[in-house]
């Protein structure tokens, strides 16, 4: 068995096999792996008896559920009103002159992503992004430049920060 | 007319200590079924969540739908834009929430809650979860057999729409289902389910604790209490604010304005755009009243000052509901994406002005033939914007 299909009946074991239970699975599958493949699909699909069709369609209807294998870090960036407003544009200008890629795009070497995402809820605190689970507030691209640093400095230690 | 003070009037309740929860839950689970829905009732409660349903009523119907299985779900998706009261009460006094479900469960009948969160506040999970066990082990010492769980969205802003969230929970993409049947009868795993907005149980929680009389002299006719308000845009002060309901937006605009105040955004995207010029006339809170026009929110307040181009803010608005709209019916399906693409097209010229008009009949059709909320409320901003500022579209 290759470690994505052990990782899957894993978390089937431990959610359980309901339907109830597939939102949770989907979300671990991504968090581990940073997308959910073809394969992950069926696997899970098999795992809780339904037709992978389904496992496709609950799958595909989430923004946060990847279909293309992601970063390390995922960057999303607010764009709703408030942060488009604040200054959004400078800040994914920064993030983009400092790594080099494109929104939808990920670095070569697997370490960050970058994504536009809808509103965060901290729009008393514009502009802002999160990186993977981690909320940054009141964005220049001073500070842009130094979390992504941070960030930087983590991944080249290797730091394990699941 | 309600409002002759010039003052908004500011309250601290919500995110007073929570500190004696442990004997608010003691006391109320004693108190029986009846009394406790007949509190909220005269309370004049009405759901904080944007819809505004009278929360007593709600769980009346929860409690007299017969089954043995019965569900409470807290609705902490908070996608509305503009909208960010509800994690707020998550992270400063999540204990009063659960009480408030807690109480519920004992009124219904249901001995399982849920907490919705939105998968952007993430970061809020260990901690509330932290809370959460606290909570059930207090519960047990009591004999409350009550327990409550997380479950976690994937950005998706449909789902906070309640037969959506769901729809989701169930393992399923978040599409909306016909109503009705309501959640009050059946909701999720088609059992009766009570849903409520976080703030809304944070309210129950204060009229439980300071009995409804205090809740109901709060506020005005039809608008009872106080409600948090989500402040941001052109603002010097931007965050979040208790305030009594009934207040009218030119005493907003004055304490919160930064002197050039041109709009405000009321209700997120999904509200209304009220322009200078209707200040005046136009009041926070529900239906019913008989003069000016009353605005209900889920608590979005966004200030636009004279440097902002409404073109841009309703294109914004407009490609937020393109990309969460869950493509289950045409009107909004297509009608997003044309609206979208129309006011485009008018802007570049390419489409003369009365093309706006052939537009805005478009929202209008969207309003009555979609099957839910989101696309039957996108003709709120597209006209409020559209009419109050047509140069704005065009030039
Ligand atoms: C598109 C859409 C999105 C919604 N999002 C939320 C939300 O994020 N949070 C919320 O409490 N209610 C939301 N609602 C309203 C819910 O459907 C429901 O009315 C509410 O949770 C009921 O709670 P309340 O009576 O306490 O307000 C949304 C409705 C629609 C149509
Ligand atoms: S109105 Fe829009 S969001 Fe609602 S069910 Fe129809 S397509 Fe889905």
Known sequence: MDTSTTLIKNLADQYGRSRNNLLPILQSVVKQEKYLSELSMITIAKELDISASEVYGTATFYSFLEHQKMGRYIIRVCKTITCSMKGKNQILLAIQDMLKIDIGETTPDGTFSLLQTNCLGFCHKAPTMLINNDVYTELTPEKVREVLSGYLAKAKEGENDE | MMNNTNQLKRADFIFKNENDWKEILAKNIKRSQQVLINELISSELKGRGGAGFPTGLKWKLSAEAESEIKYVICNADEGEPGTFKDREILSLVPFKVLTAMAICGHVVGAKEGFIYLRGEYFFLKSSLNQAISEFEEYCKTIHLDFSVKIFMGSGAYICGEETALFESMEGKRGEPRNKPPYPAISGYMNKPTVINNVETLAHAYTIFTYGAKRFYDLGVQYSRGTKLFSVSGDTPKPGIYELELGMSLTDFVNDFGDG????????????????????????????????????????????????????????????????????????????????????????????????????????????????????????????????????????
């Open chain 2, 260 to 395: 050039d105040t041109k709009a405000v955004q009321v209700g997120g995207a999904s509200g209304f755009l009220v322009p200078r010029k209707r200040f005046a006339e136009t009041n926070i809170g529900y239906q019913g009243k008989l003069t000016g026009i009353s605005l209900p929110t889920g608590g979005s307040m966004m200030l636009f000052n004279s440097s902002r181009s409404m073109y841009n803010v309703l294109d914004n608005y407009l490609e937020f509901f393109r990309e969460e709209s869950c493509g289950q019916c045409t009107p909004c399906r297509v009608g997003c994406q044309q609206l979208w693409i129309g006011i485009k097209a008018v802007k570049s010229g390419e489409k003369n002005a009365l093309y706006l008009e052939k537009l805005l009949r478009l929202s209008e059709t969207m309003q009555w033939t979609s099957k839910c909320g989101l696309g039957q409320s996108v003709a709120n901003s597209f006209s409020s914007i559209v009419e109050n500022f047509r140069e704005e579209m065009i030039y």
